[in-house]
């Protein structure tokens, strides 16, 4: 099993980045995929989360109306789209992987991507 991000970089205020989590070894659609960040000195904390059976999502209050979780289920592949990013938004951000439900701790979840990290200047 395998999850492998790509994407993150540094942007301006204001600017967008895309992510992508590419998934590898295990059934997708049995899956739910989330995002999470952890700032330096900070908890990771789940930021956006798919069902890949449904489609169902959930979004941190912090990113509504600004990030967008969205699958290519022929690339097995997650991407989150991130605009009107804000210093705030600086972190590693990491995809993670748990069956069937849509966890919300990260020690519920069983697969990780390695990270990319996402700085955001002012």
């Known amino acids: 099993v395998q999850l492998v991000e790509s994407g993150g970089g540094l942007v301006q205020a204001g600017g967008s980045l895309r992510l992508s989590c590419a998934a590898s070894?295990?059934?997708?659609?049995?899956?739910?995929i989330a995002w999470f960040r952890q700032a330096p000195g900070k908890e990771r904390e789940r930021v956006v989360c798919m069902r890949l059976k449904d489609g169902s999502t959930y979004y941190a209050d912090s990113v509504k109306g600004r990030f967008t979780i969205s699958r290519d289920n022929a690339k097995n592949t997650v991407y989150l789209q991130m605009n009107s990013l804000k210093p705030e938004d600086t972190a590693v951000y990491y995809c993670?992987?748990?069956?069937?439900?849509?966890?919300?701790?990260?020690?519920?979840?069983?697969?990780w991507g390695q990270g990319t990290q996402v700085t955001v200047s002012s």
């Open positions: 070894g295990f059934r997708f659609d049995d899956y739910a």
């Open positions: 993670a992987a748990v069956l069937a439900g849509m966890a919300r701790r990260p020690s519920e979840y069983d697969y």
